[in-house]
């Protein structure tokens, strides 16, 4: 079966776990007035928590459920927020071909304070630290080799972060006289970055 492919105007946000993917997505949404998405408070909203799909489906129930809500989102223009082990999939590698793919990067020691107490993401259960080094370690090529734009959001807010995106792809800049609010899609409609639902 051929995937569809995401519109070449969609920018989709990629990288590891609490490198700020919703929160950027969603201020550069606001920016730029596009719609957002974010695709883990898709599957939140449709089929409950992350950590109770983790639970009842495993990774793997998770991946396959996750799949379809990535190229559901990706195949309507605007702000995408992928979860961060999402870019695992191959159809989803293979429907992000034309779109803008925007890599947040950033280290463990960035990323510390906000997974330390962390009990929303299944996968950094233990010792999140680790965790999400090794995490990192296996997926960077991913997103590296999708990539379109790469930032280091290392020492840069949320703000400046989105900043950076709209620096990289100025086109997403609407004009002045004829921009309209966002409309709201997946996660805008929700006031924090709590995606990940309990
Ligand atoms: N550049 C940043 N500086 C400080 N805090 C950030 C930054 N980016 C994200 N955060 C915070 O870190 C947490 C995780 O961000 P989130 O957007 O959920 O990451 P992701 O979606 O990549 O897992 C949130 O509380 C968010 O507000
Ligand atoms: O990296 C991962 O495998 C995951 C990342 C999470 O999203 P965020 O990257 O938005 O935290 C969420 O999809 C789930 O906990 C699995
Ligand atoms: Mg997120």
């Not at 997505?25 to 596009?34: D, E, S």
């Not at 009990?119 to 090794?134: D, F, V, Y």
């Amino acid at each position: 079966m051929s995937s569809p492919m995401a519109p070449s105007d969609t920018v989709v946000l990629i990288g590891p776990m609490a490198v700020g993917k919703t929160a950027v997505g969603r201020m550069l949404a606001r920016r730029t007035g596009r719609t957002f998405v974010d695709t883990d408070r898709v599957l939140v909203e449709r089929y409950g928590p992350i950590r109770g799909l983790f639970d009842q489906h495993g990774e793997e129930g998770f991946r396959l459920l996750e799949a379809d809500v990535v190229q559901g989102a990706v195949t309507d223009a605007g702000i995408v927020s992928l979860g961060g082990g999402a870019v695992l999939d191959a159809g989803t590698q293979a429907v992000l071909q034309d779109a803008a793919v925007v890599f947040l990067d950033t280290d463990a020691r960035t990323v510390l304070p906000r997974i330390s107490r962390d009990s929303k993401r299944p996968l950094l259960a233990g010792n999140p630290l680790e965790r999400w080094q090794e995490l990192y370690d296996q997926r960077r090529p991913i997103y590296a080799r999708l990539a379109s734009v790469v930032i280091d959001t290392r020492g840069l807010s949320v703000r400046g972060t989105a900043d950076a995106v709209v620096r990289a792809l100025p086109h997403l800049l609407p004009d002045r006289h004829t921009a309209s609010p966002p409309r709201t899609a997946g996660a805008n409609h929700e006031s924090r970055t709590d995606t990940h639902g309990d």
